[in-house]
C-alpha cells in the first residue's frame, strides 16, 4: 500500500490519523528518523524519573517476551524510543526501521503508526500491518498507551507493544495498557515517597529558616505543605496557581533554571529547589518577610532582672505582662535594653514560637507601607509586631501604623511599641496621635539609665563581658577595681549599647585581656582619685605598664621591671592585680 492510500475498511480512528498525515506531507520513508546518540542521551536524562518508573516493568516483561516475535518499547512523549526488550530477532529487525533506540514515532514525520497516533489522540490504540501510512512500516503491528504522571497527569511518554504483522497477535493493547498502568503505579509510589521526603526537608528548612510564611510543593506542582500563614501573606492566589503550573514543565531541568523560571513568577519570595541526589523533587517557597526576626535567644527575664534592685522590679511587672497579649509601650533611653526586653517578653509569653516582627518606624516610606498592608506582608497571626520609634514617624505615618496595629491586633499578634521619649508627652504637644498612643500604651514600662542605677554597673558589665567572649570565642576580659570604679562612675549616655560597644572595644585593643583605668579611653578616666599620686601608684602603674608592653608574659615583665619573677607575683597580689594569662 502506498502512501495516502486508504486501506479498505478502515477504523475510525485510523482514517483520521490517515488524513493528519497526509498534511504532514511525509515522503514513503523506510524508517522513522533517529535522535542520534546526543540526542538520545539527553532525552534519556529528561525522561530519567520515567525511565526509572518503566524500570520494573520493562525488566520483568522483556524477559517474558523473548522468543515471542514481540518487543516492548518505552518512548518519551515526544515519541522518541528510549528503551527497547524483548525478542531479540524482532529487536534486530526493528532497527531496520529504526523501531528501535532514537526512532523518532510521531505522526508528522512517519505518518500514522501505533506510538504517533497514540501520542495525538492521548489514549491506548493498536495500528495493525496495513494500517500504517508508510509501506515499509506496514510489515509491523503494533499497540501503543500514554503514560501520564503521577500528580499532574501530564504526558510523560508511552508504552508499546511490536511484532511483525503476519504474526497474529490479539491482545497487544490490553498488554501495553497494563503495562502503562503498572508504570503510573510506580510513578504514583515515587511521588509519595519523595512527599515523605519533602516533609523532612521542611522540618530541616523550618529550623534553618524559622518561622517564615512557607509553601512546598512536590514535582506535580501540587502542594505539600504549607504554613498557616502562607496563604494570608500571599494573597496573589493567580499568580501563584501559574507557578504550581510551571513546576512540572521544569523540575527535570537544573535548579538554576528552575528557580529563574519560577522567580520571574512569584518576586519577592525565596525559591529553593529540594532534590534527592540529581533529581529535584520539590520547590519551597518562602516569603521574605526582611522585618521578621527570632528572638535573641539571650534575651531572658530572669537574667535581666538578677541585674539588681531596679531591674528585678521591672521584670516582675514584665513576667505578668508576658502571659497577657496586652500591647507594651516600653519607654527609656536609647541603648537601654528596650528592644532586649520586648523581645525577651516575647519569649516568655506563650506566643513564643510566633515571630517578633520588628519594625524600624523611623524609616517607613508611606508607598511602600501602603503596599506592605495592602498585601498583608506585616502582621501575622501570632507572635509580636514590635514598632520600634513610632514617635518617630511623620503624621501620614502614624495614620498607616494605627490601621496596622488595629489588623494585627485583630489577628492576634501582640503590638509592642519602643520609644526613647516619653511619648505622652508627644501627644500632648500634639506630635503623636493619641488615638495610636492609646492603642500602643495598653501597659507601659520604663527601663532607668544606667547612671540612675549605678549598683546593676558592675553586674551588667560582668554579663555583657560573658556573652561577648562566649558570642565571639573570646577570652573573658578583666578590670582592675581601679578600672571597675571608674566605670561605675561614668554616666553611660549610650547606656548598655555603650557597654557593650565599650567592651567590643577593649578585647581588640588589649594585648592583655587586663583592663586598668589607664586603658579606658579618656571619657572613662574621671574617678575620683586620691589626693597626690603615692609611690604605691607609682609602681602599680610601671608593673601595668609592663605586663601590657610584654602581652601579659610574666615572666618577660618582670625582666623589664628588673625583679624576679617571684617578686613579680607578690607585687601583684599586694596591689589586688589577677595574675592573668596571656588572652
Ligand atoms: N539586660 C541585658 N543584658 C545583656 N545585654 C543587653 C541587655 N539589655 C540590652 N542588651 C544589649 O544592649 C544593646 C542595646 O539594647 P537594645 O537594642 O535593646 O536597646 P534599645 O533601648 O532598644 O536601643 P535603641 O533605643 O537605640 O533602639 C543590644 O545589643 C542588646 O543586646
New binding site residues.
Given amino acids: 500500500m502506498a502512501v495516502g492510500r486508504v486501506p479498505p475498511n478502515i477504523r475510525q480512528e485510523v482514517l483520521q490519523s490517515w488524513n493528519r498525515s497526509a498534511k504532514y506531507r511525509i515522503e514513503n520513508s523506510k524508517h522513522a528518523p533517529l535522535v542520534g546518540e546526543e540526542g538520545l542521551l539527553t532525552r534519556r536524562a529528561l525522561s530519567r524519573r520515567l525511565r526509572r518508573g518503566a524500570r520494573t516493568a520493562l525488566a520483568q516483561a522483556g524477559t517474558l517476551l523473548r522468543g515471542t516475535d514481540t518487543i516492548l518499547l518505552l518512548c518519551d512523549q515526544a515519541g522518541v524510543v528510549l528503551d527497547a526488550v524483548g525478542d531479540e530477532v524482532t529487536l534486530a529487525r526493528g532497527r531496520e526501521n529504526h523501531l528501535h533506540l532514537g526512532g523518532h514515532w510521531t505522526e508528522d514525520v512517519i505518518g500514522t503508526n501505533a506510538i504517533g497516533t497514540a501520542l495525538a489522540a492521548g489514549r491506548p490504540i493498536a495500528v495493525r500491518g496495513p494500517e500504517h501510512f508508510c509501506e515499509a512500516i506496514q510489515r509491523w503491528s503494533c499497540a501503543a498507551t500514554p503514560i501520564s504522571d503521577a500528580g499532574s497527569r501530564s504526558l510523560l511518554g508511552l508504552v508499546d507493544i511490536s511484532w511483525p504483522s503476519h504474526v497474529p497477535q490479539n491482545n497487544a493493547v490490553a498488554l501495553s495498557a497494563a503495562l502503562a498502568a503498572q508504570v503510573e503505579s510506580e510513578l504514583t509510589h515515587m511521588l509519595a515517597r519523595e512527599r515523605e521526603r519533602l516533609m523532612e526537608q521542611l522540618h530541616l528548612r523550618r529550623l534553618r529558616r524559622g518561622n517564615e510564611p512557607m509553601l512546598i510543593v512536590d514535582r506535580s506542582g501540587a502542594d505539600v505543605f504549607a504554613t498557616d500563614d502562607f496563604a494570608r501573606f500571599c494573597d496573589d492566589d493567580q499568580t501563584l496557581t501559574a507557578l504550581r503550573a510551571r513546576v512540572p514543565d521544569l523540575i527535570d531541568q537544573t535548579p538554576h533554571t528552575i528557580t529563574e523560571a519560577l522567580s520571574k513568577c512569584l518576586p519577592g519570595t525565596d525559591l529553593e529547589v529540594i532534590a534527592t541526589g540529581e533529581d529535584a523533587i520539590g520547590v519551597l517557597i518562602s516569603l521574605r518577610r526582611s522585618r521578621a526576626h527570632a528572638a535573641?535567644a539571650?534575651a531572658d527575664l530572669v537574667k535581666?532582672g538578677a541585674?539588681g534592685a531596679a531591674s528585678t522590679v521591672l521584670c516582675t511587672q514584665a513576667q505578668r505582662l508576658a502571659q497577657t497579649n496586652i500591647a507594651l509601650l516600653i519607654e527609656?533611653e536609647?541603648?537601654?535594653?528596650?528592644?532586649?526586653l520586648a523581645q525577651a517578653i516575647h519569649r516568655a509569653s506563650p506566643q513564643a514560637d510566633g515571630p517578633f516582627e520588628l519594625i524600624d518606624c523611623s524609616r517607613l516610606i508611606a508607598g511602600r507601607l501602603c503596599d506592605d498592608l495592602a498585601h498583608g506582608r506585616i502582621g501575622a497571626s501570632h507572635g509580636v509586631l514590635c514598632l520600634?520609634g513610632p514617635g518617630e514617624a511623620p503624621p501620614e505615618i502614624q495614620k498607616l501604623l494605627l490601621n496596622l496595629v488595629e489588623d494585627v491586633s485583630h489577628a492576634g499578634m501582640r503590638v509592642v511599641a519602643?520609644s526613647?521619649r516619653p511619648l505622652l508627652k508627644e501627644v500632648q504637644r500634639g506630635a503623636f496621635r493619641s488615638d495610636l498612643y492609646y492603642r500602643i500604651a495598653g501597659a507601659r514600662l520604663e527601663i532607668q539609665p544606667l547612671r540612675e542605677r549605678p549598683d546593676e554597673i558592675r553586674p551588667?558589665l560582668q554579663?555583657?563581658v560573658l556573652?561577648h567572649a562566649i558570642e565571639n570565642n573570646r577570652r573573658e576580659l578583666r578590670f582592675t577595681s581601679r578600672a571597675t570604679t571608674a566605670l561605675a562612675a561614668h554616666p553611660w549616655p549610650g547606656n548598655?549599647?555603650e557597654m557593650?560597644n565599650l567592651i567590643g572595644a577593649l578585647d581588640a585593643l588589649s594585648p592583655t585581656g587586663l583592663i586598668d583605668e589607664r586603658t579606658l579611653p579618656p571619657e572613662f578616666r574621671h574617678a575620683p582619685r586620691p589626693a597626690g599620686e603615692t609611690l604605691r601608684d607609682k609602681e602599680r602603674i610601671e608593673i601595668l605598664e609592663a605586663i601590657e608592653a610584654e602581652g601579659g608574659n610574666l615572666s618577660r615583665a618582670a625582666q623589664r621591671l628588673g625583679i624576679a619573677r617571684s617578686t613579680l607575683y607578690l607585687k601583684l597580689d599586694s596591689h589586688g592585680i589577677p595574675r592573668m594569662r596571656q588572652g
Fill in positions: 535573641d539571650n535581666i541585674a527609656g536609647t541603648g537601654v535594653g528596650k528592644t532586649f520600634n519602643l526613647a551588667l554579663q555583657l556573652s548598655l549599647l557593650k
